[in-house]
């Protein structure tokens, strides 16, 4: 009951916060122009793609390039998203406050957490809508489509939760942002060192965000990428959990 | 005496900051008796409400709520305690109701009893006609009563108030110590965190006085001369005569 009482509250601030609007319109501007752009080419390419047998289709050259933008923008949107839902409220005083209602630490992260998580559905919903809008009057390929979708949604919840986590280690909203910028960043390319000495595969490959997505795109679906996503979501959480529980303590 | 109140605070001490806040501190509080708690800056007020309020957890000692231990079971909070922080943190984005609904429904109430129960407080505070207004336009005084409201609207057994009168008006102050007594008579039991010496004798039956982390005085209000008496006390321990 409280945590649907935590996560009514967070909807409702991030509903009248000037920031997730903007952070919406602009984003979702950009994306729409990147969907008629990829939409306007692959039309164009019609005639020569007619001749290639196994030829990519409008999945693989508009849908998917598509999410993989909404991606790419997801590093800079989420950390401003996550950054104040819990280092503004402790630098503000409303945590301790939200503290002294009673909720376990978890509640809190988890009522924020599924806040945001929710901003973030409607975010993915909006770009989704518009390959398949087109989709249902072209030959789109719904399940490689649906393994892009899902893996674009695990990725978004993976950084929302290490957002949270680097909100919860901090007062401040803009160390918060840097932090899980920074962090999410060198997540998605630590094997970048490993690769240029010749080294592929091994741990460090598995470590890597941008291997399990990249499966996921290629609409391979596999569980070992799906427990990579469930242990960094579950470990963030963890963490700010951890970290929230231990503010009455240190302060 | 100790098995029947409300609040039971045993031994209570807390570092912060490196250096000791809260030393050894004890006392208990029954139902409908108001305690004024009085000390100079730095004495622990605010560390030991804090830690009252389920915000900061003691390094030594016990507290106990309504006979549970209230570090261990911290749920006991959202049912019995209601804290009006000193600088009444709120968020700047919701309005005045919204912030009421929130407070009611993070104490558990259902969607129908959080919006009667943030109409009623709204009533009692005079708060109705900022009803829709952001709590970031408000004045400090209307602040200071919205913490108030949100830290009444569940109708809590135990109210804790870090300097409730700040920016507040001399009518406004009037309205405080009148709802403080109402609060009282109803079997709430309040501890009340001030500067002002002649707050503390114009609502509180007792007073205990910190200084310098310690409890060096817990004695009832003496009558009509009670406030120079609690004068006399207070400034021969905050100069250090009684050390």
């Given at each position: 009951?409280?945590?649907?009482?935590?996560?009514?509250?967070?909807?409702?601030?991030?509903?009248?916060?000037?920031?997730?609007?903007?952070?919406?319109?602009?984003?979702?501007?950009?994306?729409?122009?990147?969907?008629?752009?990829?939409?306007?080419?692959?039309?164009?390419?019609?005639?020569?793609?007619?001749?290639?047998?196994?030829?990519?289709?409008?999945?693989?050259?508009?849908?998917?390039?598509?999410?993989?933008?909404?991606?790419?923008?997801?590093?800079?949107?989420?950390?401003?998203?996550?950054?104040?839902?819990?280092?503004?409220?402790?630098?503000?005083?409303?945590l301790a406050l939200l503290a002294s209602t009673g909720l376990a630490p978890w509640r809190i992260v988890a009522g924020k957490y599924l806040a945001v998580l929710a901003w973030l559905g409607l975010w993915l919903l909006v770009t989704l809508a518009m390959p398949l809008v087109v989709g249902f009057s072209a030959t789109a390929d719904w399940g490689k489509l649906a393994a892009a979708t899902l893996g674009t949604a695990l990725i978004l919840a993976t950084l929302a939760a290490m957002g949270l986590a680097c909100s919860a280690a901090t007062a401040f909203p803009a160390i918060a942002a840097a932090m899980a910028l920074i962090i999410t960043l060198a997540l998605w390319t630590i094997d970048?060192?490993?690769?240029?000495?010749?080294?592929?595969?091994?741990?460090?490959?598995?470590?890597?965000?941008?291997?399990?997505?990249?499966?996921?795109?290629?609409?391979?679906?596999?569980?070992?990428?799906?427990?990579?996503?469930?242990l960094a979501i579950a470990l963030s959480l963890i963490l700010a959990t951890r970290r929230l529980g231990a503010d009455r303590e240190r302060q | 005496m100790i098995d029947t109140a409300l609040l039971n605070v045993a031994g209570v001490s807390r570092r912060r900051a490196g250096r000791t806040a809260v030393t050894d501190v004890s006392f208990s509080l029954n139902r409908g008796e108001v305690l004024g708690l009085l000390g100079v800056n730095g004495a622990g007020k605010s560390t030991t409400l804090q830690?009252?309020?389920?915000?900061?957890?003691?390094?030594?000692?016990?507290?106990?709520?309504?006979?549970?231990?209230?570090?261990?079971?911290?749920?006991?909070?959202?049912?019995?305690?209601?804290?009006?922080?000193?600088?009444a943190p709120l968020w700047p984005e919701l309005t005045v109701e919204e912030h009421l609904r929130a407070f009611a429904a993070l104490r558990g109430a259902s969607r129908g009893d959080a919006r009667a129960a943030s109409d009623r407080i709204m009533e009692r505070l005079q708060l109705g006609e900022l009803r829709r207004r952001l709590a970031g336009v408000l004045s400090q005084g209307q602040r200071q009563r919205?913490?108030?409201?949100?830290?009444?609207?569940?109708?809590?057994?135990?109210?804790?108030?870090?300097?409730?009168?700040?920016?507040?008006?001399?009518?406004?102050?009037?309205?405080?110590?009148?709802?403080?007594?109402?609060r009282a008579a109803a079997g709430t039991a309040v501890i009340l965190?001030?500067?002002?010496?002649?707050?503390?004798?114009?609502?509180?039956?007792?007073?205990?006085?910190?200084?310098?982390?310690?409890?060096?005085?817990?004695?009832?209000?003496?009558?009509?001369?009670?406030?120079?008496?609690?004068?006399?006390?207070?400034?021969?321990?905050?100069?250090?005569?009684?050390?």
């Amino acid at each position: 009951m409280s945590l649907a009482a935590v996560t009514r509250l967070e909807l409702r601030r991030l509903a009248v916060r000037p920031l997730a609007w903007a952070l919406a319109a602009l984003t979702i501007a950009w994306l729409a122009w990147t969907f008629v752009l990829g939409l306007g080419q692959f039309l164009g390419m019609q005639v020569k793609l007619a001749a290639v047998a196994d030829a990519p289709g409008f999945t693989d050259l508009v849908a998917i390039p598509l999410l993989a933008e909404l991606v790419k923008l997801s590093f800079l949107v989420v950390p401003l998203m996550t950054m104040s839902l819990l280092a503004g409220e402790r630098r503000t005083g409303t945590l301790a406050l939200l503290a002294s209602t009673g909720l376990a630490p978890w509640r809190i992260v988890a009522g924020k957490y599924l806040a945001v998580l929710a901003w973030l559905g409607l975010w993915l919903l909006v770009t989704l809508a518009m390959p398949l809008v087109v989709g249902f009057s072209a030959t789109a390929d719904w399940g490689k489509l649906a393994a892009a979708t899902l893996g674009t949604a695990l990725i978004l919840a993976t950084l929302a939760a290490m957002g949270l986590a680097c909100s919860a280690a901090t007062a401040f909203p803009a160390i918060a942002a840097a932090m899980a910028l920074i962090i999410t960043l060198a997540l998605w390319t630590i094997d970048r060192g490993a690769q240029a000495a010749g080294v592929s595969g091994g741990f460090l490959n598995w470590l890597t965000m941008a291997t399990h997505l990249q499966n996921l795109l290629r609409g391979l679906v596999t569980s070992e990428d799906l427990i990579w996503f469930a242990l960094a979501i579950a470990l963030s959480l963890i963490l700010a959990t951890r970290r929230l529980g231990a503010d009455r303590e240190r302060q | 005496m100790i098995d029947t109140a409300l609040l039971n605070v045993a031994g209570v001490s807390r570092r912060r900051a490196g250096r000791t806040a809260v030393t050894d501190v004890s006392f208990s509080l029954n139902r409908g008796e108001v305690l004024g708690l009085l000390g100079v800056n730095g004495a622990g007020k605010s560390t030991t409400l804090q830690m009252l309020a389920g915000a900061l957890k003691p390094d030594q000692g016990t507290i106990r709520l309504d006979g549970c231990d209230f570090v261990s079971e911290p749920g006991i909070a959202r049912r019995l305690l209601g804290w009006l922080p000193e600088s009444a943190p709120l968020w700047p984005e919701l309005t005045v109701e919204e912030h009421l609904r929130a407070f009611a429904a993070l104490r558990g109430a259902s969607r129908g009893d959080a919006r009667a129960a943030s109409d009623r407080i709204m009533e009692r505070l005079q708060l109705g006609e900022l009803r829709r207004r952001l709590a970031g336009v408000l004045s400090q005084g209307q602040r200071q009563r919205l913490g108030l409201a949100c830290a009444l609207v569940h109708e809590p057994a135990l109210l804790i108030l870090d300097e409730p009168a700040n920016a507040l008006d001399p009518v406004q102050v009037g309205e405080l110590r009148k709802l403080i007594r109402e609060r009282a008579a109803a079997g709430t039991a309040v501890i009340l965190s001030t500067h002002v010496l002649a707050e503390v004798t114009a609502v509180c039956d007792r007073v205990a006085i910190l200084h310098e982390g310690r409890l060096r005085h817990d004695a009832p209000l003496g009558g009509e001369t009670g406030g120079k008496a609690l004068e006399a006390t207070f400034f021969t321990i905050a100069t250090g005569a009684a050390a």
